[in-house]
């Protein structure tokens, strides 16, 4: 396993969990706001990860390694969100209460029911990976403090002295 893999494993199962976790918290009337975090996590977990690996690699991270790692820890912290989240949803809140919400903005809504949830969760699951993104792409600037290793200026042109000693003369008179 790279050093890559490790804080991403970590970190991507911990937000599926919290992301199940506020699904769970559903249920309870007064912290459905909860919620609302489902958008903070995933910025959190791409944060937390690149800062992770940071802190591990003997190279200095560059952004690039913040946007690999945001990305995977979205698309575990996605994964276990459609695996185990979805299911949960369903069967917490039913699918007739979203069906009654969506009819009651626009009755003629063209999907409707099981359809709609798995749509709205393969949409979270996309809005999560872009959202970790980001958490990688903006720990990169706070926790790396190293300088990259850059190449010395290449040294100034040798001068040309195929034309011998002083210069070139004229030929001839």
């Known amino acids: 396993m790279n050093n890559k893999m490790k804080p991403a494993m970590l970190v991507g199962g911990a937000l599926g969990l919290l992301l199940v976790f506020t699904v769970l918290l559903s249920v309870v009337p007064f912290l459905k706001l909860i919620g609302c975090c ?3 996590w995933p910025v959190a977990g ?3 990860a690149t800062m992770l690996y940071i802190k591990s690699s003997p190279s200095p991270a560059t952004v690039l390694d913040g946007v690999i790692l945001g990305a995977m820890v979205g698309l575990i912290g996605g994964l276990i969100y459609l695996v185990i989240g979805l299911p949960l949803s369903y ?3 039913g699918v007739e209460a979203i069906d009654a919400q969506i009819r009651q903005l626009s009755p003629n809504f063209p999907i409707s029911g099981v359809v709609l949830m798995i749509v709205g969760g393969f949409v979270g699951f996309i809005i999560f990976t872009v959202l970790a993104i980001i958490g990688g792409l ?3 600037p706070i926790f790396e403090k190293r300088k990259a290793d ?3 200026p290449p040294p100034p042109p040798s001068p040309d002295i195929s034309e011998g000693p002083g210069g070139s003369y004229g030929s001839g008179s």
């Open 46 to 48: 791409g944060l937390v």
């Open 138 to 140: 903006i720990a990169v």
């Open 150 to 152: 850059r190449a010395p």
């Open 91 to 93: 069967l917490i809140n």
């Open 38 to 40: 489902n958008c903070l």
